[in-house]
């Protein structure tokens, strides 16, 4: 029958032997008297077989089996075989190589997609501004949108790609004959920047190839959302064109081995000349070339000072409508400095900064044009709070197609950074050029999406 086993036969017997000797002795009883030693054979026996009934139960209390293995052999058998396991486990991790991982590094094991593709950010400069020689005119532009595509390729170079949309409008065009500026409803998408670049190659030497922003000055490198005023000074915008030097070709970054005296970089860049303002209608072959020094003054104070040199071709037609050309027919020069004031432990909240430059510019073409233009500005700005900076400017310069014109700006600024991705800056401008003297007041909202932010070099 299904249920029965090992452990209820033992007892089946028992319980047997017990009924049997139960009927039998009344029914021997009956028969005949029993004698003493029968008696007490049976007491005897009975006392055994209660004997290891009780034997029996206290085993299977305990959870034995008869014919199988007790609790405490299986226990000690798992025992054994989990740490056989153990060791096994010990022995094949130290067989591995451990991988090294420098202090402070994070390695990351996922698998995702995902972390292939480039990173991805807009930035967003809207002008409200109010002319006072043309109160009522284009009083609202969107004047650029940028879309950035950044990605380190590998160990050794990284990749920057900038598509910006432009529409003219608020800008200060130093020699415009009317005071109302450049304005308008229609823009251009162009691609701003679009590099590769090499880093940490041997040498403290670093190559960037494509079309880039070149190191004129400090400001030069920076796009329109990340300068400190709504343009860029006056003497970059008569000597190199409203967008600022940006060319294409290479560039060459050293990091000298000076130590202990300041820190010192030299750019090298060869670029095709495509700035109307610098280079006239010639695509020729241009060179720059840049030096600039890094002093620590002191654990709140730094000092730098930069200089600048372009060489390139001039090409354009003269009183006679004949084409004229020169090599190196345009030459430009141009120092700058900053002077900045940071407390380390407050540092989001105090902060002082004094930024200057001077430049000269020079064309000379036989036939075409001989003239030599100078140019300066110096800004500043101080931080109020953790949000708020106001500040000011002062730039001149004079027009490097006729010397004997010449524009100066002068105004404050107030900036409120709502947080690091929303700035909004109040400006007022007074400009003094050959067509007057006039007044605007701009108010610039800039915001970033994603990590590419207000970004500085």
């Not at 991790?93 to 094991?109: D, K, L, S, Y």
């Not at 072959?285 to 030096?291: T, Y």
């Not at 900053?338 to 407390?343: F, G, S, V």
């Not at 050029?433 to 932010?453: C, D, E, I, S, Y």
Request: zero cysteines; a negative charge; charged letters at 20%.
């Amino acid at each position: 029958m299904r249920g029965r086993g090992p452990r209820t036969r033992p007892m089946m017997r028992i319980a047997a032997t017990i009924l049997f000797t139960a009927l039998w002795f009344p029914a021997g009883a009956s028969a005949q008297a029993p004698t003493r030693a029968t008696v007490d054979s049976l007491r005897a026996e009975i006392a055994r077989l209660q004997a290891q009934l009780d034997s029996l139960r206290a085993r299977l209390g305990a959870g034995a089996v008869p014919g199988e293995p007790s609790a405490d052999s299986l226990g000690d058998a798992l025992a054994r075989i989990r740490a056989a396991a153990a060791a096994a486990v010990a022995a094949d991790t130290a067989a591995r190589p451990t991988p090294t991982v420098q202090e402070g590094e994070f390695v990351g094991r996922q698998r995702n997609l995902n972390i292939l593709n480039p990173e991805i950010s807009v930035t967003g400069d809207v002008l409200a501004f109010v002319n006072s020689e043309n109160p009522g005119g284009d009083n609202f532009v969107a004047r650029e949108f940028e879309v950035a595509f950044q990605s380190n390729l590998d160990p050794y170079s990284r990749a920057k790609i900038y598509v910006a949309h432009h529409v003219p409008g608020g800008e200060i065009e130093p020699f415009e004959a009317e005071g109302g500026d450049t304005h308008g409803e229609e823009g251009e998408i162009e691609i701003e920047e679009g590099y590769v670049e090499w880093v940490n190659l041997p040498g403290g030497l670093g190559v960037t190839l494509g079309k880039f922003r070149q190191r004129f000055g400090r400001l030069n490198r920076w796009h329109s959302h990340a300068l400190p005023a709504q343009q860029l000074p006056l003497p970059y915008l008569a000597f190199l064109g409203e967008e600022g030097l940006s060319q294409a070709g290479v560039s060459v970054h050293w990091l000298a081995p000076i130590h202990g005296a300041g820190t010192y970089e030299i750019w090298t860049e060869v670029t095709r000349s495509s700035s109307a303002a610098a280079f006239g209608e010639s695509h020729r072959i241009g060179v720059l070339g840049h030096v600039n020094a890094f002093w620590q003054l002191s654990p709140t104070t730094y000092f730098e000072l930069g200089a600048t040199g372009v060489l390139g071709p001039y090409a354009g037609d003269s009183d006679a409508g004949e084409e004229l050309a020169a090599d190196f027919g345009s030459r430009i020069w141009a120092f700058d400095f900053t002077l900045d004031w940071t407390p380390p432990d407050r540092a989001k909240y105090r902060q002082a900064m004094v930024h200057g430059g001077l430049a000269w510019s020079r064309h000379d073409v036989a036939g075409l044009i001989e003239e030599t233009a100078f140019g300066g500005f110096v800004m500043s700005e101080v931080r109020l709070g953790r949000q708020w900076l106001a500040g000011g400017r002062f730039e001149y310069t004079e027009n490097p197609l006729d010397a004997r014109e010449s524009t100066w700006l002068a105004g404050p600024t107030l900036t409120w950074w709502q947080s690091e991705w929303v700035r909004v800056r109040a400006e007022y401008q007074v400009v003094d050029r050959p067509g007057g003297r006039f007044g605007q007041f701009v108010l610039q909202t800039t915001f970033a999406m994603g990590p590419h932010k207000h970004e500085t070099y």
